[in-house]
C-alpha cells in the first residue's frame, strides 16, 4: 500500500476517481448558476447565489489541486508549480469552507439536523486545518505540514466521495437516497473519510521524522 501512496500517477488517478463526480457536478454549477440554468431541485440554493457560486467554483478548485498537490509534493523537481498550486488549494479551502458555512446559515435545508451540525463541524475544520498546514510550512516543518494538507482534503472533499455510496443506490433503487438513514450514512461516510486519512498519515507519515526541505 505504501507504494500506492509514494507514486505519483497511480495516486493521483486514485483520488480523481473517488472525487470527479463532486467536482464535475460543481464544475457544471459554476456555468448553471451565472447563467441562470440550474436544475429545479437546486433552485432553493438561489436565495444565495454569491456563496452559492463562490462554493461550487471552490469545490471545484480544490478538487483539482487537491490531487495535484500531492503528486507534485512526490515530485520534488516542480517545487515551484507546488508551491503555486499550493496557494490556489489553500485559498479554495478557506473559500469552500467559509461559503459552505454561509450556505449553511442561509439556505432552508431539506436534510436533518445530523447533516447541518456535521457540514458546520467539518466546514470549522476545514479553517482551521488548512491554518495548521500554513502554520506548519511556515515554521518549516514539512512532516507536519504534510499531515495537515492530508487532512484538510479529507474534511473538504470527505462529503464529496459519498456520490460513490450513493450514486449505486440510486441507480439500482431508482429513488434518491433521502432521509434520516441516509443522512446518518453520509455524517458516518464523511468522519470515515477523516478518519481513514488519520490511519494513512499515522502509519505512513508519521509527524515526529524531519524529512529536510
Ligand atoms: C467542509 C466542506 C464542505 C461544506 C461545509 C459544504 C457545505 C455545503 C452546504 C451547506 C451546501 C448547501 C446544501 C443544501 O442545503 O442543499 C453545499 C452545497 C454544495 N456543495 Fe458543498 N460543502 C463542502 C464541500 C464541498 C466540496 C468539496 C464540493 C465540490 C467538490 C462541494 C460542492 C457543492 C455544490 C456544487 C453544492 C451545490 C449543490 C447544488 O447545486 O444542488 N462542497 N455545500
Request: overall charge positive; cysteine-free; glycine content about 0%.
Given at each position: 500500500m505504501i507504494r500506492l501512496f509514494s507514486r505519483p500517477m497511480p495516486l493521483v488517478l486514485l483520488l480523481a476517481f473517488c472525487t470527479f463526480i463532486p467536482v464535475l457536478m460543481a464544475l457544471v454549477r459554476v456555468v448553471q448558476i451565472p447563467t441562470g440554468t440550474w436544475p429545479e431541485d437546486s433552485a432553493?440554493?438561489?436565495?444565495?447565489p454569491f456563496a452559492w457560486g463562490l462554493h461550487a467554483a471552490a469545490g471545484a478548485a480544490f478538487g483539482i489541486t487537491g490531487p495535484l498537490q500531492f503528486a507534485l509534493a512526490l515530485r520534488r523537481r516542480f517545487g515551484r508549480l507546488h508551491r503555486i498550486s499550493g496557494r490556489i488549494f489553500v485559498v479554495a479551502g478557506a473559500v469552500l469552507g467559509l461559503s459552505g458555512l454561509s450556505l449553511l446559515a442561509q439556505v432552508t435545508s431539506i436534510s436533518t439536523a445530523i447533516v447541518g451540525i456535521g457540514r458546520g463541524v467539518f466546514g470549522l475544520a476545514l479553517l482551521g486545518a488548512l491554518g495548521m498546514a500554513m502554520a506548519a510550512i511556515q515554521a518549516r516543518d514539512i512532516p507536519r505540514h504534510r499531515a495537515w494538507v492530508i487532512r484538510s482534503y479529507a474534511i473538504g472533499m470527505g462529503s464529496g466521495t459519498i456520490a460513490l455510496v450513493f450514486f449505486p443506490i440510486y441507480i439500482i433503487s431508482e429513488a434518491p437516497p433521502i432521509g434520516p438513514i441516509f443522512d446518518l450514512i453520509f455524517i458516518g461516510w464523511w468522519t470515515l473519510n477523516i478518519g481513514f486519512a488519520e490511519f494513512l498519515i499515522r502509519r505512513f507519515f508519521p509527524t515526529h521524522t524531519r524529512i529536510p526541505a
Open positions: 432553493r440554493l438561489a436565495v444565495a
